[in-house]
């Protein structure tokens, strides 16, 4: 895994190499920005993540996960900040964002 100096710079670089889906949180899935796709825990894999810790406040921490699917032939980002666990979401998506491949 590469070391960036800001989130900016793993997206840019994460675009650059096919990660151009963006992803959202749902309660048991992720979903492509435009709502055309939808991956559930079996149907993605982590592939990278990289933490970002804000210099004062901890409300700024936040992964960049760097997600792919074999099943859809895709490749996407999504970003959320620490403590995804605090998310309203199912449990094998939470075990899922929590032991990446």
Request: glycine content about 4%; aromatic content about 10%; cysteine-free.
């Amino acid at each position: 895994m590469k070391d960036y100096r800001t989130m900016v710079d793993a997206l840019n670089d994460l675009k650059s190499r096919g990660f151009t889906l963006d992803f959202n949180l749902a309660k048991d899935a992720l979903h492509s920005s435009d709502k055309t796709i939808t991956l559930h825990p079996d149907d993605f894999e982590i592939a990278e993540l990289y933490r970002f810790e804000g210099p004062s406040d901890p409300a700024d921490n936040s992964i960049v996960y760097a997600i792919k699917s074999d099943k859809y032939n895709i490749k996407g980002t999504f970003i959320d900040a620490y403590g995804v666990y605090s998310d309203d979401i199912s449990e094998d998506l939470l075990k899922k964002l929590n032991t990446p491949g």
